[in-house]
């Protein structure tokens, strides 16, 4: 009986090691993606949306074209005025999105204070596409 017992104690062991392992891994990806979403930011908050178009990942550039995100990202974005501040308020990571194709996301919520906007709400979603995270999807609110 104690060699049952010993085994199904090196067993939980060994799964709690792999949870911990999976939860690093998760972490790790987030903080790639928060980065990577900041970086990403920066050129649509420079006014550089056909740089950040181009920085998107390929289902992004698939489902619009260079000029018309130029044109709604201008839109939306020009009125608000300067980004004052910007603080990460959550982050998600995901395997299946609706309406997208299965694979790694990390979606982010900004809490951000725009020029002529005082509370504003960017959310912003990330796929990992070759080893690293592009943007996938930009909502503000």
Request: net charge positive.
């Amino acid at each position: 009986a104690t060699m049952r017992t010993r085994r199904a104690v090196g067993l939980s062991c060994f799964l709690v090691l792999l949870g911990a392992a999976t939860a690093r891994a998760a972490e790790t990806n987030e903080a790639a993606a928060v980065q990577a979403a900041e970086a990403w930011l920066k050129l649509i908050d420079a006014g550089q949306y056909g740089t950040s178009w181009d920085e998107a990942a390929s289902t992004f550039r698939k489902a619009v074209s260079r000029a018309i995100w130029e044109k709604q990202a201008a839109a939306v974005r020009e009125p608000l005025g300067k980004v004052l501040s910007r603080k990460l308020a959550a982050k998600q990571l995901a395997h299946e999105l609706p309406g997208a194709p299965d694979g790694t996301y990390v979606v982010l919520s900004f809490d951000t204070r725009f020029e002529h906007k005082e509370r504003g709400r960017e959310t912003v979603t990330m796929m990992l596409e070759d080893g690293r995270f592009r943007g996938a999807g930009y909502f503000i609110r």
